[in-house]
T-cell receptor
Framework: EDQVTQSPEALRLQEGESSSLNCSYT??????LFWYRQDPGKGPEFLFT???AGEEKEKERLKATLTKKESFLHITAPKPEDSATYLC???????????FGKGTLLTVNP | EPEVTQTPSHQVTQMGQEVILRCVPI?????FYWYRQILGQKVEFLVS????????KSEIFDDQFSVERPDGSNFTLKIRSTKLEDSAMYFC??????????FGPGTRLTVT
């Protein structure tokens, strides 16, 4: 059974304080690893897709990386508007269903 | 920018009643999904739908649930005889044959 574990569960940062979120996974035949952002009461918002170990993607203050066992979401000089829950999900198989982790609740204080 | 839409945003129903949650996926997408998220828990896969039939369903998706694509644009989730434990956010998602799933804003279902 596919497993996705995210850490930490919650992270509180000061504005400008860089950090990383971790997503470790166990899946047979990974097709892709996805990062989403979720604001309270809203649907997951797509951020990145990573398909192979060594791949990196960047968007503004966010950078996602992938190894064979885990993925990191690096946040550089975060701002209060980056506060959200960040979800990691893995995809395998022909039906492309996603298996999600519990997420990391990020709070950035001004 | 195209987006997935869902209606209603909030549905309150009594235990034992039937509800239909509606979704309009992105127009050129081929794969459609329903997920749910119970308050404070992870997003869980319910069902995937492709080529007018269910392609995979989870253990949660029992005979109480059904999905339908009644026309070229809508995708619905029907929950028969709702239970208290069906209270959750229900998300619709869609994708092309390659690439990422895009999620709708969700329907908050409250069963009383």
């Amino acid at each position: 059974e596919d497993q996705v574990t995210q850490s930490p569960e919650a992270l509180r940062l000061q504005e400008g304080e860089s950090s990383s979120l971790n997503c470790s996974y166990t899946v047979s035949g990974l097709r892709g690893l996805f990062w989403y952002r979720q604001d309270p009461g809203k649907g997951p918002e797509f951020l990145f897709t990573l398909y192979s170990a060594g791949e990196e993607k960047e968007k503004e203050r966010l950078k996602a990386t992938l190894t064979k066992k885990e993925s990191f979401l690096h946040i550089t000089a975060p701002k209060p508007e980056d506060s959200a829950t960040y979800l990691c999900a893995v995809e395998r198989g022909s039906n492309y269903k996603l298996t999600f982790g519990k997420g990391t609740l990020l709070t950035v204080n001004p | 920018e195209p987006e997935v839409t869902q209606t209603p945003s909030h549905q309150v129903t009594q235990m034992g009643q039937e509800v239909i949650l509606r979704c309009v996926p992105i127009s050129n997408h081929l794969y459609f999904y329903w997920y749910r998220q119970i308050l404070g828990q992870k997003v869980e896969f319910l069902v995937s739908f492709y080529n007018n039939e269910i392609s995979e369903k989870s253990e949660i998706f029992d005979d109480q649930f059904s999905v339908e694509r009644p026309d070229g644009s809508n995708f619905t989730l029907k929950i028969r005889s709702t239970k208290l434990e069906d209270s959750a956010m229900y998300f619709c998602a869609s994708k092309t044959d390659r690439g990422e799933q895009y999620f709708g804003p969700g329907t908050r279902l409250t069963v009383t």
